[in-house]
């Protein structure tokens, strides 16, 4: 399995708070993702890096920043949650923005 | 029209039946395609990419066709821990990067003994 850990795995938090999650690897591929999975939708992508200090917006970034100040880490923000943000958020990596990616284990976010 | 479309099932099947399963892609433009398979509450796991010739792994074969923008998985001789969703992605340009994937929202196979 691909080097990369998701933390935390759970949490709750209340509207309007913020909240920081963290996808780690060590695998050193130059690619990094953010996805958020709901019933009824596929995986849809957030925001993606390209490389450090390099990202861009996916389908669904309104309400969500991120930064990668390393390699290894990928972070998504969410500056003040709503319960429309309570989700499972998947973390995933790849060498070449052509090639397959690979999954974290996930976070799931409760918005309360 | 959905980027990708799949039927979402469940299939449900006898242990060692052979099932398939069908994918539709809107952007033609679309370059590489993989079949994903992701268990409950688990992350999607890479179960193959998809070729223009068609590929065949063990029991799975993966089809593509561009001119339809279509996809297909078969799955031979099924076992009981085949038992999973299955989804369908393909590759859109996003800003600068060739290759976001597009997932489908999945079909549900569960085999049965």
């Known amino acids: 399995d691909a080097g990369i850990t998701q933390s935390p795995r759970h949490k709750v938090t209340e509207t309007g708070t913020p909240v920081t999650l963290r996808c780690h690897q060590t695998?050193?591929?130059?690619?990094m993702y953010w996805y958020r999975q709901d019933p009824g939708h596929g995986l849809r992508l957030i925001h993606y890096?390209?490389?450090?200090?390099?990202?861009d917006k996916g389908e669904v970034s309104d309400g969500y920043s991120v930064s990668r100040s390393k390699t290894e880490d990928f972070l998504l923000t969410l500056e003040s949650a709503t319960s429309s943000q309570t989700s499972v958020y998947f973390c995933?990596?790849?060498?070449?923005?052509?090639?397959?990616?690979?999954f974290g284990p996930g976070t799931r976010l409760t918005v309360t | 029209r959905k980027e990708v479309e799949q039927d979402p099932g469940p299939f449900n099947v006898p242990e060692g039946a052979t099932v398939a399963f069908n994918c539709t892609y809107s952007?033609?433009?679309?370059?590489?395609f993989f079949w994903y398979r992701q268990d409950c509450r688990k992350e999607p796991k890479l179960l193959m990419s998809?070729?223009?010739s068609g590929n065949e792994d063990g029991r799975f074969t993966a089809q593509l066709n561009r001119a339809s923008q279509y996809i297909s998985l078969l799955i031979r001789d099924s076992k009981l821990s085949d038992s999973a969703t299955y989804l369908c992605?393909?590759?859109?340009?996003?800003?600068?990067?060739?290759?976001?994937?597009?997932f489908g929202k999945g079909t549900k196979l569960s085999v049965k003994p």
């Open positions: 995933a990596i790849s060498e070449s923005d052509t090639y397959e990616q690979y």
């Open positions: 695998e050193n591929h130059r690619y």
């Open positions: 890096s390209y490389g450090v200090k390099d990202t």
């Open positions: 952007n033609s433009a679309s370059q590489s």
């Open positions: 998809v070729y223009s």
């Open positions: 992605v393909v590759t859109v340009n996003y800003g600068g990067s060739q290759g976001n994937l597009i």
